[in-house]
């Protein structure tokens, strides 16, 4: 069965330190891959996709996510975070069929440290 | 502008009783989902539609119903039959047949009392 992992429950960062939050997938073709953010008690917003092309996108608020076939990975990355990144990210596939289910990672909780 | 309403933002049940959760998009999208989510759990699929008057049973539909009479709407209702409703319920939409990416309301969380 398809399914997405997200292997940290929890990432501590500082203020202004790069970031990384990893997300891989067991899917036997390349699937439409997502990553949404969500603030406590609000619903999920949209950071980032990758359907096709260049396997480095770039989304809102100045996240970017690598692609990476060899290693069914789809990692999102931050430069500098702020302390307004703090948050829960998912990290999505959608199968490439008639009804491009979406499946979800079980997330990551972002703390910033001041 | 266009977006997904879900309402109320809390919502308090006695045991025993339904409840019903709306959701109300205009985005013009065939697709809706209705997601349940529990800590550390991420998002668990209860129902979807992809077209009106037709949904379909997602991985924890037991104690849950559905309609979609309308292309903009929804709704949930929680049945006194799940054991432990009290959780935080996530309405989502998408294009049908695209792998597009879905949007969502702002939740609705539910708590048994």
């Known amino acids: 069965a398809q399914s997405v992992t997200q292997p940290d429950i929890h990432i501590t960062v500082s203020e202004g330190a790069s970031l990384e939050l990893r997300c891989n997938y067991s899917y036997g073709a390349t699937p439409y891959l997502f990553w949404y953010v969500q603030s406590p008690g609000q619903g999920l917003q949209l950071l980032l996709k990758y359907f096709s092309g260049d396997t480095l996108v770039q989304g809102i608020k100045g996240f970017e996510a690598e692609f990476k076939r060899s290693q069914s990975s789809f990692n999102l990355r931050k430069p500098s975070v702020h302390w307004s990144d703090a948050a829960e990210y998912f990290c999505a596939v959608a199968k490439r069929d008639s009804n491009y289910q979406l499946i979800w990672g079980a997330g990551t909780k972002l703390i910033i440290k001041p | 502008d266009g977006g997904i309403t879900q309402s109320p933002k809390y919502l308090f049940r006695k045991e025993g009783q339904n409840v019903t959760l709306s959701c109300e998009q205009n985005?013009?999208?065939?697709?809706m989902y209705w997601y349940r989510q529990d800590p550390g759990q991420g998002l668990r699929l209860i129902y979807y539609s992809q077209i009106v008057n037709d949904f379909q049973k997602g991985d924890i539909a037991e104690g849950y119903s559905v309609s979609r009479e309308k292309k903009e709407s929804f709704p949930l209702t929680v049945t006194s039959a799940q054991k432990n409703p009290t959780a935080f319920y996530l309405c989502?939409?998408?294009?049908?047949?695209?792998?597009?990416?879905?949007?969502f309301g702002q939740g609705t969380r539910l708590t048994v009392v």
């Open positions: 985005l013009n999208h065939d697709a």
């Open positions: 989502a939409s998408k294009v049908k047949g695209q792998g597009t990416e879905a949007f």
